[in-house]
């Protein structure tokens, strides 16, 4: 009977295997579309911050609203990345 379960937990092992190698690397990809996310919020703040600063360079204003609502979306979609992030690492 032991060699039965010792069987089956064998048989186990490369599921638990395949599980982790998965879990990395959705771990992975979470981190670097987090990395993606804060860098495109960064750009897309100093360019309008630019725009706002220069008026030679100022921008229409329905553009600004634009990229505030750009950097809304990718502020919130940076929020469920990082939470999704921290309930799999936890």
């Not at 706002?52 to 204003?61: E, G, I, K, V, Y």
């Not at 634009?66 to 990345?81: C, F, G, P, T």
């Amino acid at each position: 009977m032991q060699g039965k379960n010792h069987s089956l937990n064998s048989q186990t092992t490369p599921l638990q295997n395949e599980a982790k190698a998965q879990l990395n690397a959705l771990t992975e990809g979470l981190r670097y579309s987090l990395q993606r996310r804060l860098e495109d919020i960064i750009a897309l703040s100093q360019e309008a911050l630019t725009s706002l600063q220069d008026p030679t360079n100022a921008l229409p204003t329905h553009q600004i609203e634009h990229q505030w609502i750009l950097m809304e979306d990718n502020v919130r979609l940076a929020q469920n990345d990082w939470a999704l992030l921290e309930w799999l690492v936890v």
